[in-house]
């Protein structure tokens, strides 16, 4: 009775096994079904109608391109002075720093001018005693003339009393030359702005033992920045005065500077064998430091493309596309890309779009090929600014 027992509990456990194998796949495939489900609803929501307004497509159109040489260089004062000591004296006192602005005339360096005083003193008595010499010689001279006159002396004396008037008025002139000279060194004791500017560079302080040719400090007009480029040598062809340029300057990120080109040097440098071009800003817009790089382009030709704005593009690898909106959808647009306009900052499009295609101005990492596309017009703007092939479909 026992064994019969043990029989049936066996035989019952091997059914409820058998179940639960049979049970396995099933609820295997019910999970995968559920995933699929969910993944299909997934991409039902990534496909999901999108909401875009007009300010967030941008026309293709055609532009003006301008190319030519690359221009290198830095930004220089064309009015600068480099000021430098005329007389050796000592430094007593500078009286601007770097960086200060300074009028025409102003007084920036003073130098010890005991001993050019002493030489101007010496001088102006010089110049008294010889004034005081020729009046007597004068008046001998006059004596001698009247005694001519009544035959009471030779012609010999008048003649003698002559050369000592001359000689007196030798002495005054040269007297009067040293006197000049004693002035002038006096005056460049003291050093003065030449014009409107900027102390940029102070090279003295007192106390300092100034030599004549000792620089003392430099001045530069702000006001006069130029953009001394250089060009190569087999580019040199194309460039001529009047040209306009584009060009950064380091220290101003994002910002492009306007100007033309002024002069052309007619000899290319023997060791770099490159041409230096002489660019003058076109507009206000001036650095205020000198001494910056700056890179550009000189505009020696100007050609038609299309161009689209840097935003739009979208670069994978080597491929560069755009989202374009065509019958209402997204369709990905594959380019062939040109040069880009250092002006406007937009690229040209060689191939892949035409004049007129609707484009994504700021794309997403979201957007997929077939999305559809639901234009949503804003009442406050112009219903002109949005092509109507936009709102059509291309």
């Not at 991409?43 to 159109?61: I, N």
């Not at 950064?248 to 492009?256: E, L, S, V």
């Amino acid at each position: 009775m026992l064994r019969k027992t043990l029989l049936a509990l066996a035989v019952a456990s091997a059914l409820v096994a058998c179940g639960k194998s049979d049970k396995a796949p099933e609820a295997g495939k019910a999970s995968a079904s559920a995933t699929a489900d969910a993944k299909g609803k997934g991409d039902d929501k990534k496909l999901a109608t999108l909401q875009v307004a007009s300010e967030d497509l941008v026309t293709v159109e055609s532009n003006a391109l301008s190319s030519g040489p690359v221009i290198t260089g830095s930004i220089q004062p064309e009015r600068k002075a480099d000021l430098r000591a005329e007389v050796g004296a000592v430094v007593m006192q500078v009286l601007k720093e770097n960086g200060e602005a300074v009028k025409k005339g102003d007084l920036l360096v003073r130098l010890d001018d005991t001993a050019l005083r002493d030489n101007l003193a010496s001088a102006q008595e010089a110049v008294r005693a010889s004034t005081q010499s020729l009046d007597q010689a004068e008046r001998v001279l006059a004596r001698q003339k009247t005694l001519k006159a009544s035959g009471m002396v030779s012609s010999q004396v008048l003649e003698d009393a002559e050369v000592r008037r001359n000689n007196a008025q030798s002495d005054l002139s040269a007297a009067k030359a040293r006197l000049v000279a004693a002035n002038q060194q006096l005056t460049r004791t003291l050093v003065r702005a030449p014009f409107d500017g900027i102390v940029s560079e102070r090279k003295v302080s007192a106390g300092d033992t100034a030599q004549i040719g000792k620089e003392l400090v430099k001045v530069v007009d702000p006001a006069s920045m130029r953009f001394e480029g250089r060009v190569s040598a087999d580019s040199v062809g194309v460039v001529k005065a009047g040209q306009g340029v584009v060009f950064a300057i380091n220290g101003y990120p994002g910002q492009n500077f306007l100007g033309k080109v002024k002069r052309v040097d007619p000899a290319a440098n023997p060791v770099t064998r490159q041409v230096e071009v002489l660019v003058d800003f076109a507009d206000k817009n001036l650095p205020r430091v000198a001494g910056l790089f700056a890179e550009g382009r000189i505009e020696a030709e100007t050609t038609s493309a299309l161009m689209v704005p840097e935003s739009a593009l979208v670069k994978q690898g080597d491929t560069t596309y755009v989202w374009k909106i065509k019958d209402k959808a997204l369709a990905k647009a594959p380019l062939q890309m040109g040069a880009r306009d250092a002006r406007s900052g937009n690229w040209q499009v060689q191939t892949g779009l035409s004049k007129g295609d609707i484009v994504m101005r700021t794309p997403a990492s979201s957007f997929r090929d077939g999305q559809k596309v639901d234009l949503q017009m804003n009442k406050a703007v112009a219903s002109a600014s949005v092509p109507a092939d936009a709102v059509k479909g291309n």
